[in-house]
């Protein structure tokens, strides 16, 4: 199985920048994608980035796109999130997610993943 843990989150003036980062251990290799996804309160989780474990194959969604990287080290077994030019609308609950077994599902679903980190918290003041 496949074990998430994220870090990096926290409290940031709008403008500003956060790095978050999601170890992954277990069997990491059979990860096909990888994913950022968001909860903001009241709200339902939302996709915001994934990347394909071994092509690097990146998408966004169109609010953070220009703003947000997603990115992975496969040797640190490693997923980022780097965030500029923060806005309060970012304000959520951030959760990694990890697609350890094939499904012919998009990118943009959360059934997509069937491994979940226990979230980090971005909130970002105006």
């Known amino acids: 199985q496949v074990q998430l843990v994220e870090s990096g989150g926290g409290l940031v003036q709008a403008g500003g920048s956060l790095r978050l980062s999601c170890a992954a251990s277990g069997r990491t290799f059979s990860n096909y994608a990888m994913g950022w996804f968001r909860q903001a309160p009241g709200k339902e989780r939302e996709f915001v980035a994934r990347?394909?474990?071994?092509?690097?194959?990146?998408t966004y969604e169109a609010s953070v796109k220009g703003r947000f990287t997603i990115s992975r080290d496969i040797a640190k077994n490693t997923l980022s999130l780097q965030m500029n030019s923060l806005k309060p609308e970012d304000t959520a609950v951030y959760y990694c997610?990890?697609?350890?077994?094939?499904?012919?599902?998009?990118?943009?679903?959360?059934?997509?993943?069937?491994?979940w980190g226990q979230g980090t918290q971005v909130t970002v003041s105006s």
């Open positions: 997610a990890a697609e350890s077994v094939p499904r012919p599902v998009s990118y943009y679903s959360e059934s997509k993943y069937d491994r």
């Open positions: 990347i394909t474990w071994g092509g690097g194959t990146t």
